[in-house]
């Protein structure tokens, strides 16, 4: 399956020129898929110019037949932020907001437990992530696709929030900053946010086959997958309406291009029916810097690129752009794992003239370390617990011992049940309540888009619970032998 565009007679800064480029990307993204059974990818090259390299590989569906091609949409996640930002810059630039003003302003029930702090949070502070609304929020139970219902719903949800630190001041990356940006924009434009993206940036750009995960799916469309305790699943998911500014994007290799190739526009004449290039410069300067790299309207920004990474539970994205070296790239994978961002890392490589990395299958093991250290201890307390009652068990069934429980005295209610219990409450606390408070996610979302750490967690349960039963049943047990009749 090879899909290749137009063919290129320069190269860019130092990168190598096709086809030996686009041959080494081909060995790569096709070896690590073998490797690591990843069922479909899809590669964009762009340059200002357009789409200088484009391909897709493998398949839609893990077990299906339908091939993946330059057109076929992946969910992006987390880039979706980058073009919600940019409507808010469109917005900006036409008079309808101002980035420093506060939120309550375009939005006035929005604020948290300490309504003083929030009231300065700013539409600057969504974009960079510097509200201080806590990482953990999002909207992944919100429900309904009005926006004066998920703001009523989104209201109750903040209002005994805490703010991690004064607005303006620290980096806390949150899905909810863009989730508030795209109910400011409906509130603004007075439209429904995928119909104001639809008209006013994609349409504009050509990027014919990007719409919202919400809703009929297009047709040509890739299904995601993950790792279900060591096998690739296929794995669907419906995202909220209310998490579409956030993380509902659906495009594909080809649509990713013409964006990449908007994106570089911005040193020349750019596309003013979109954005001016002035603003599009602004939001690839960094406003919050972390160590090497800074962040700033959606991008994480170096001193060489500008880039975004995006994950969903069945579904990896990467897109980078190198401005100064004039070409930018993006990587589609239809399985959530690790290694499509060490295939990405290698890709930068070979554009470079370098040689690509070894990449370990250590590196992106089929099951989490986290459900893995789940399944080692359930197995202990599986073990431990029929090792407590065997001796017990085997008297019994030998009928030289009778069993009846005592009356606990009171020490022995103190350490076996009150001390047991607290100790038992306090591990189903964590796992139902605790986990869940800090994902931000409800215990029903997590057990539609992680069920093996789910299930994980429930053998879990069961078998602490067991061995906490046994714990404090085994002092109250009461052995008398049984003396044979005389004949």
């Not at 439209?191 to 799916?217: A, K």
Request: aromatic letters at 10%; hydrophobic letters at 35%; one cysteine or more.
């Amino acid at each position: 399956m090879i899909y290749c565009l137009l063919p290129v007679s320069k190269a860019y800064g130092s990168i190598k020129p096709l086809p030996e480029t686009t041959q080494e990307i081909d060995e790569e993204i096709v070896q690590n898929m073998q490797r690591f059974n990843i069922p479909g990818m899809a590669f964009v090259l762009a340059d200002e110019n357009g789409n200088v390299y484009v391909k897709g590989y493998g398949r839609n569906e893990w077990e299906g037949t339908e091939i993946v091609d330059p057109t076929t949409n992946f969910q992006i996640g987390s880039i979706s932020k980058v073009f919600t930002s940019l409507a808010i810059m469109q917005l900006r630039d036409k008079g309808l907001v101002e980035l420093d003003a506060p939120v309550t302003q375009y939005l006035p029930w929005f604020a948290t437990k300490e309504t003083s702090l929030s009231a300065r949070i700013t539409i600057r502070d969504l974009l960079n992530h510097t509200s201080g609304l806590p990482g953990r929020l999002n909207t992944h139970d919100v429900e309904g696709s009005d926006p004066d219902h998920i703001a009523s719903q989104i209201e109750r949800k903040l209002q005994n929030v805490q703010l991690v630190a004064s607005p303006g001041t620290t980096y806390e990356y949150t899905n909810m900053n863009y989730d508030l940006l795209q109910l400011l924009l409906e509130k603004v434009t007075k439209q429904p946010f995928p119909n104001y993206m639809s008209q006013h940036v994609f349409q504009p750009l050509g990027m014919n086959r990007t719409v919202y995960s919400f809703g009929d799916i297009l047709p040509n469309s890739a299904t995601g997958h993950r790792y279900i305790w060591g096998n690739v699943r296929p794995f669907h998911e419906q995202l909220s309406y209310a998490t579409l500014g956030s993380a509902g994007l659906t495009t594909s290799a080809e649509d990713f291009g013409k964006y990449i190739s908007f994106l570089l526009g911005s040193s020349s004449e750019g596309n003013p029916s979109v954005l001016r290039s002035e603003s599009l410069l602004e939001m690839h300067k960094s406003d919050i810097y972390d160590q090497s790299t800074g962040y700033g309207f959606g991008w994480e920004v170096s001193a060489n690129t500008i880039e975004k990474k995006g994950g969903l539970p069945g579904f990896t994205s990467n897109l980078i752009v190198f401005p100064n070296r004039s070409y930018g790239f993006a990587l589609l994978s239809n399985s959530k794992q690790n290694i499509t961002d060490d295939t990405n890392y290698n890709i930068s490589r070979i554009l470079e003239g370098n040689p690509p990395s070894h990449l370990s299958k250590q590196d992106s093991p089929a099951i989490n370390p986290v459900n893995k250290g789940i399944l080692m201890i359930s197995t202990l307390f599986a073990i431990i617990v029929p090792i407590m009652w065997i001796p017990t068990l085997l008297s019994w069934l030998s009928r030289k011992s009778r069993f009846s429980f005592k009356k606990p005295t009171l020490p022995t209610i103190l350490v076996c049940w009150v001390l047991n219990g607290l100790m038992l409450i306090g591990v189903l606390y964590y796992i139902y309540s605790y986990i869940p408070y800090e994902s931000g996610t409800p215990s029903l979302y997590q057990l539609t888009t992680a069920p093996d750490t789910v299930n994980g967690l429930t053998i879990l349960s069961v078998t602490y619970l067991l061995f906490s039963i046994s714990l404090a049943c085994k002092p109250l047990l009461r052995r008398s032998t049984i003396v044979p009749r005389e004949l």
